[in-house]
């Protein structure tokens, strides 16, 4: 930050806010434009020093290319940066909506256009405040122009004075001595170059731009969004007369009505021109799509900063699940044995493949993944019923119905690829990973036993075997540590550069059938599962959108999982709850781990009412024994509990709740569950999750 070293004081300090451009509100090089058509046609102005503040602006080279222009005009300049680190603590939020608005997407309720424009807005109140913090930046103005100058006006980047419109702001402010405010409306052209011909520039005026004298208190409140009457309850609280009284934020959120003591202590006149904005007539000249059209444009930045965040976080042969650094320090770990004990015997078994089962699809094809929802009974008479929570013999392990489908080859494919890919990197045996490409080969590859890359046929049901259906996304939540698998055999030099092209063709193909069927507003834990899959499968084939955009929404499942005090109500109205409500749990526990592998802080996250992973766990441990079938195998419910707990970092919102957990279970659990069916990766509690500070 530089300010005027001078110590006379000032007449006036002119401070312009320049932040990161909004399209579709503006124009993508709307700001430079307007920045440089500023500094070379603006005239200088009397009594005035001219200071720019660059508002966390994330793209380095704009900002850098915005300093310069300032510094060559000799204009004052405050730089308050973008830190990415810091815009990663902040995440999306839905959780507080009346019924009728979209708990995952606001862009399709069934609502009119303000509640779903205002939900758009929610959903991004937290990153808005960081990545815009537009009253923040304006407050820093003022603080600064209040120790150089008699008045301080910090305005909008896009502001442009004339001669002729300073003279009339230096009277307005020369004209009530009383005044601690000055009111300047603004003046919206359509043309920049009419501000620099001779003569009036006409058009309509609106909300104007505010001038604080050095002994006002005045100041912007900072809990106000971008677009969310972040200047007009200023206004308002000023008691300035105009159309802003009228204005509402939303009903669920809080309404400012503040009175200010320096109420009714303004003068009102001149005028500053809003230099024109490059966006299309259909928005510039309405109203109401000028407003939405910034919560339209806070939700497009924040989605390129996730994808960026995403990114950065993700360079080719990134591990997704496990850590290189306790892959690298686990010679002497006391579960490495069993995992080289695992990968041994793994050797001994045939290599899985699709063309294993005994039944086959409705298609025909063999290559065709096939499962059986595991709920679905049909008796003697051929009837189906719906049984929650027993499971039938086709999808029970190890029966001779489970041999007609692959759900069990699967699942063989994932704990044996990853135990050898872990074991031989950990062991430097090349046998063990040389293993893990095998089936590799096996499974995606090779034309004679590579399966088709779709979920056609995952859980299809007796009363329609022609289809299966979305909770077949379960059967794929293995791919997380799965994808591991890939890169450690890649880096051992073990797959060729045309099969890793084949494996991340498989899996862009795969990844496009799982999105086609909008398992996302799935009601219960299916959709958490398929935020899994869909997310890490994105980082694995470089659609760093794609992942970014599922793990930065992942915290609205708090909404939709969630109710107060993180209790699981779409689980608990099922016959197994507690095995359901950890199944839950272990999925937001996976995600976010995955996040927080590509950057974004997932356990940093809690919705309104105290709803966290932590806390969900926290519920589950005090009424387990309350839940119908935590009595059926009490100590295996304890160790899954236990399991999971495990794997909640220290530091995650809400960690401090699993000390109860703790003095409920006891020592004697055993935190080392590797049971894929509760969907924990093998030997990730070992190898994986690790402080938030070192992934």
Not at 51 to 56: E, G, I, P
Request: proline share 5%; hydrophobic share 45%.
């Amino acid at each position: 930050m530089t300010t005027p070293a001078s110590t006379t004081p000032l007449e006036f300090a002119l401070f312009r806010i320049l932040g990161n451009s909004l399209p579709p509100r503006h124009g993508a090089d709307e700001m430079l434009a307007h920045l440089r058509f500023t500094l070379e046609h603006e005239p200088e102005l009397p009594g005035c020093r001219k200071h720019w503040v660059l508002n966390r602006i994330a793209d380095a080279e704009v900002e850098a290319t915005c300093l310069d222009l300032i510094r060559r005009a000799g204009h004052e300049c405050i730089r308050l940066p973008f830190e990415m680190h810091r815009y990663a603590q902040h995440f999306n939020d839905l959780s507080d909506l009346p019924p009728g608005v979209e708990r995952i997407d606001p862009n399709h309720s069934d609502v009119a256009f303000d509640a779903s424009s205002f939900a758009i807005e929610w959903k991004y109140r937290r990153k808005n405040l960081y990545a815009i913090g537009l009253n923040e930046a304006r407050n820093i103005a003022l603080d600064t122009g209040r120790a150089i100058a008699r008045w301080t006006l910090p305005w909008d980047a896009a502001c442009f004075i004339t001669r002729d419109a300073w003279t009339q702001v230096r009277q307005l402010a020369a004209s009530d001595a009383n005044a601690l405010h000055l009111v300047v409306p603004l003046l919206r052209i359509r043309e920049n170059t009419a501000l620099l011909r001779a003569g009036s520039v006409s058009a309509s005026l609106t909300e104007p731009q505010l001038g604080f004298r050095d002994d006002s208190q005045a100041r912007f409140d900072e809990s106000l969004r971008y677009g969310n009457l972040n200047k007009a309850a200023l206004l308002k609280s000023l008691g300035v007369p105009g159309p802003w009284h009228a204005w509402r934020t939303a009903s669920w959120d809080v309404q400012p009505g503040a009175v200010s003591p320096e109420r009714n202590r303004f003068v009102q006149g001149a005028w500053v021109a809003r230099l024109a904005s490059t966006t299309e007539e259909r928005i510039e000249g309405n109203e109401r799509l000028r407003w939405r059209s910034r919560f339209e444009g806070v939700e497009r930045l924040c989605r390129q900063l996730d994808a960026r965040l995403v990114a950065a976080h993700n360079p080719p042969g990134r591990l997704l699940c496990y850590d290189d650094a306790m892959l690298a320090d686990a010679v002497g770990h006391p579960r490495t044995a069993s995992l080289i004990a695992q990968a041994r015997a793994a050797l001994q078994r045939p290599l899985p493949s699709v063309r294993d089962k005994t039944g086959c699809a409705a298609s025909g094809d063999p290559a065709d993944y096939l499962s059986i929802a595991p709920y679905f009974h049909v008796d003697a008479a051929g009837v189906v019923q719906h049984l929650d929570g027993e499971r039938n013999d086709a999808a029970t392990r190890d029966t001779v119905a489970s041999l007609a489908n692959d759900r069990a080859a699967l699942d063989r494919l994932v704990s044996d690829a990853c135990v050898t890919a872990l074991a031989g990197t950990i062991g430097n045996d090349r046998t063990l990973l040389e293993h893990a490409a095998r089936m590799l080969r096996t499974w995606f590859i090779a034309p004679d036993t590579r399966m088709n890359p779709h979920m056609r046929f995952a859980q299809v049901t007796p009363r329609n075997m022609q289809s299966g259906n979305v909770w077949g996304i379960v059967d794929f939540r293995g791919f997380w540590p799965l994808l591991d698998a890939i890169t450690l055999t890649t880096r051992a030099g073990l797959l060729s550069d045309a099969e890793q092209r084949a494996l991340k063709g498989w899996f862009e193909v795969f990844l496009d059938d799982v999105d086609a069927r909008n398992i996302g507003r799935e009601p219960n834990n299916i959709a958490v599962w398929n935020d899994l899959v869909v997310a890490a499968l994105a980082a694995f084939v470089g659609r760093h959108v794609r992942a970014a955009d599922v793990l930065s929404d992942l915290p609205l499942r708090f909404a939709t999982q969630l109710g107060a005090f993180a209790v699981p109500i779409h689980e608990l109205q099922r016959t197994r709850p507690l095995h359901y409500g950890l199944f839950l749990a272990q999925g937001l526990i996976n995600n976010a781990w995955l996040g927080c592998r590509l950057g974004i802080d997932l356990w940093a996250c809690t919705a309104s009412q105290h709803r966290s992973i932590a806390m969900l766990l926290r519920f589950l441990a005090l009424n387990r024994r309350m839940l119908a079938d935590h009595a059926d195998d009490a100590d295996g419910f304890d160790r899954r509990l236990a399991a999971a707990c495990a794997q909640v970092p220290a530091d995650a919102v809400h960690a401090e709740a699993l000390d109860e957990v703790h003095a409920l279970l006891g020592e004697s659990t055993d935190a080392g569950c590797d049971d894929m069916s509760d969907g924990m990766a093998p030997f990730f509690a070992a190898f994986g999750a690790v402080t938030r500070g070192k992934q």
